[in-house]
């Protein structure tokens, strides 16, 4: 009986999932696909174990990319509540955020960012959000949902070559660009509270993405809660922490180290290391960023000081305001800023998958 009902949870999820406006169907955006894994692209080749490769469903492009993306005024946004989650990035003086009720749908937004071409995406089975420059083969390209997953982890596929790019594993694993690395850019995910307090005057992707789709509602139940509800079970289980509870990774080749969110209530800033790098991770309950320290800023004082009319979230002991992504807003050094850490927010679980033994940080 319980088998029956876990296989009706997900034909459900299925069908939430690739339920599509008619105006998607005359772009040829299809339901659910029987082609097996070895035939969906030219070249069968895989950086990872190909039995290990899941097909998630609503097969390629089932879930449609966000590419003309609409945006909302923070201050005139009222779709969202408090604690509900966005994906906050800076590009060239340009903020911007994506809520996870929208990218719950979509997975992927491709968008223009202070004139850069970027590539928004979010994996609501293992909590992940990046951006990367959208590139493929060295032009201009875009990224849609490729309908497989590796650890019930996303599997992008990049418009231009029909490579097909790990999320969470940061590489090309198939196909013409196999080994290519995505350039990425820095975000931070936060609540909508504190995202809308630190840049009140940003843009918010809207409702408005040309979708019939309850924004609002998650597609998955409460799959973001229920520690024991998998959809897609990993084959690497690590239960030293609670499967879903979210955690702020830095990632350095094959290794990873987990900061939980609860080390950082009340505000914190800390000097850690990882394979003989010095990071400066800082934030609270609600939000943390991570920065790679240089010399020059080795032995430097730093302070959390949150500041919301000034957008500041730490200081340092020269007088200088810092922004949570590493910028000096104001004092002497106003302008100079550190160096950007590769980092995730994730579930455990999948942070412990693809990175396995992570440290945690005491």
Partial sequence: ???????????????????????????????????????????????????????????????????????TNAKDVDFLNDNDLVIGIINNNEVKAYPHIIMDWHEVSNDQVGNDFVTINYCPLTGTAFAWESIADGTRSSFGVSGLLYNANLILYDRNTDSNWSQLGLECI?????????????????????????????????????FSRTYGTSPYGNYATNNDFFIFRPDIINSTLPHKERVYCIIDDNTSKAYQFSSFAGGKVIKDSLNE??????????????????????????QYEFNEAEGTIFIDDSGNAWSIFGEIISGPNA????????????????????????????
């Fill in 1 to 71: 009986m319980k088998k029956y009902i876990l296989k009706l949870i997900v034909m459900l999820l299925i069908i939430s999932c690739s339920s599509i406006s008619d105006d998607n169907d005359q772009n040829g955006i299809g339901g659910p696909s029987s082609t097996p894994i070895n035939e969906t692209t030219n070249d069968n080749s895989w950086l990872i174990p190909i039995n290990e490769i899941r097909d998630g469903g609503p097969g390629k492009d089932g879930i449609p990319s966000i590419d003309s993306p609409n945006f």
């Fill in 277 to 302: 790098k010095d990071y400066l991770i800082v934030g609270n309950e609600f939000i943390i960023n991570a920065f790679e320290l240089s010399p020059e800023y080795a032995n430097t004082n730093f």
């Fill in 174 to 210: 198939n196909g013409e660009l196999i080994s290519a690395k995505p350039i990425l850019l820095d975000v931070v995910e936060t609540d909508w509270k504190t995202w809308k307090a630190l840049y009140p005057d940003s843009k918010i992707l809207n409702r408005q993405t040309g």
């Fill in 335 to 362: 302008g100079e800023s550190l160096g950007k850490a590769k980092s995730v927010v994730s579930y455990w679980f999948a942070i412990a998958a693809f990175y396995p033994n992570p440290e945690i940080y005491t």
